[in-house]
T-cell receptor, first 114, second 114 residues
């Protein structure tokens, strides 16, 4: 089955700096890679996703890149703000026909200090 | 429009007791999922239901059963709770189309088994 590894487990950045979180996956058939943000005590919420036929996707200050050959994908947050402090989870599909069946990484705690 | 609603939000059980976690969505989604979240392990899929009348096992189904009561409701039952089932449980739903990915999560149910 799919296995997703996520690094780093914690990330401290100064406000205004960039943050990068990296994930690797094992199943070359995986074709959908979402990123979820979870604030303390809240539910996970999708912030960006990418399909396997796309190399990069941007949405304002966040971007995701995908390298299918190397089987890794990354989340980039630019101009970080205190409200970016949260746990971020990457994920990959466990089955190509149901994008709700996800294998999640262990999460990255991002702390943005003013 | 409440989205995905889970009950109860908190529950303490003794080993061997049984209980049912309830989940309901009002977004007319066909697919529903139960995930558990443990520190340092991300979210793991317990069971899912691709459509009304169907259920199937996810990554960690042992010790659980599910019922897709109708299109709106998907319940998770612990028949004989064990301390290893102490976790935060999230219900999620999404539209049926295979290549739509966003999962809509409930607020979570925190379960402690003593």
């Amino acid at each position: 089955g799919e296995n997703v590894e996520q690094h780093p487990s914690t990330l401290s950045v100064q406000e205004g700096d960039s943050a990068v979180i990296k994930c690797t996956y094992s199943d070359s058939a995986s074709n959908y890679f979402p990123w979820y943000k979870q604030e303390l005590g809240k539910r996970p919420q999708l912030i960006i996703d990418i399909r396997s036929n796309v190399g990069e996707k941007k949405d304002q200050r966040i971007a995701v890149t995908l390298n299918k050959t190397a089987k890794h994908f990354s989340l980039h947050i630019t101009e970080t703000q205190p409200e970016d402090s949260a746990v971020y989870f990457c994920a990959a599909t466990m089955t190509t026909w149901d994008w709700g069946k996800l294998q999640f990484g262990a999460g990255t705690q991002v702390v943005v200090t003013p | 429009n409440a989205g995905v609603t889970q009950t109860p939000k908190f529950q303490v059980l003794k080993t061997g007791q049984s209980m049912t976690l309830q989940c309901a969505q009002d977004m007319n989604h066909n697919s529903m999922y139960w995930y558990r979240q443990d520190p340092g392990m991300g979210l793991r899929l317990i069971y899912y239901s691709a459509s009304e009348g169907t259920t199937d096992k996810g990554e960690v189904p042992n010790g659980y059963n599910v019922s897709r009561l109708n299109k709106r409701e998907f319940s998770l039952r612990l028949e004989s709770a064990a301390p290893s089932q102490t976790s935060v449980y999230f219900c999620a739903s999404k539209p049926a189309a295979a290549n739509t990915g966003e999962l809509f999560f409930g607020e979570g149910s925190r379960l402690t088994v003593l």
